[in-house]
């Protein structure tokens, strides 16, 4: 690199083949000896999924919730506990990461290193980066009992429950009326727009 950062920074990489046409292996890419002002960048072919997958996946939970599952990016970072590499239980050991799923509020990683063992004292990071649209209803506030429901990117209106069911567990309403149960009573409080409130369960009349 040929400035200098205060801190090692996160590097994000990607292979591409020469030959698109053909099939290819495939290959597992991770940074290695991640400092200040370089990094090295491994590539390894073939038979890197082989054996059992357990005890590898992360889950992120989002802080906010996203409007669609976004696009996350990952790759995996490999030192030691001490950052020493006399202490490393391998040297260049093959590391893979992939997102297994993602939803609007949350990304599951998964994250496989090829030959390795119980004594082996290596530290894998997987550094992340998520791109997408926050649900739009973030921090929006709704009157007369009714929801927030977004309609686009930037589209957030607050509607009424769009159906209810049909079990009796009768409410009695502020305004003195009695509803059949209270997703009822929310639901046509925000269709007439008006405020009133639950004063207690069962019937007005006794």
């Known amino acids: 690199m040929l400035q200098r950062f205060l ?3 996160a590097i994000f990489v990607t292979a591409n083949h020469g030959v698109n ?19 090295k960048i491994c590539l390894r072919e073939a038979k890197i999924f082989d054996g ?14 996203f409007y669609a599952p976004p696009v ?3 790759t995996a ?3 030691t506990r001490m950052n020493n590499s006399l202490q490393s239980g391998s040297q260049c050991n093959a590391v893979t990461t992939w997102v297994e799923h993602t939803s609007k509020t ?6 496989k290193t090829f030959n390795s063992d119980s004594i082996n004292k290596d530290v894998i990071t997987v550094d ?4 997408g649209d926050l649900d739009p209803c973030i921090d929006v506030v709704c009157h007369y009992h009714c929801l927030c429901k977004a309609f686009g990117t930037y589209d957030a209106r607050c509607v009424s429950v769009e159906s209810c069911p049909s079990y009796q567990e009768p409410i009695c309403s502020s305004n003195g009326s ?3 149960n209270e997703c009822l009573f929310r639901q046509e409080m925000c269709i007439l727009r008006l405020n009133y409130t639950v004063q207690h369960p069962g019937s007005c009349e006794g």
Do not use: G
């Open 178 to 180: 009695t509803y059949d």
């Open 106 to 111: 949350e990304a599951q990683i998964c994250v």
């Open 7 to 9: 801190s090692p920074p």
């Open 128 to 131: 992340y980066m998520v791109t």
């Open 77 to 79: 970072k490999r030192s």
């Open 72 to 74: 996350v990016l990952v």
């Open 52 to 65: 059992p997958h357990k005890n590898l996946k992360v889950t992120i939970n989002f802080t906010e919730p």
């Open 21 to 39: 046409n053909r099939t290819q292996d495939a290959m597992a890419l991770w940074v290695e000896d991640l400092k200040v002002n370089s990094f």
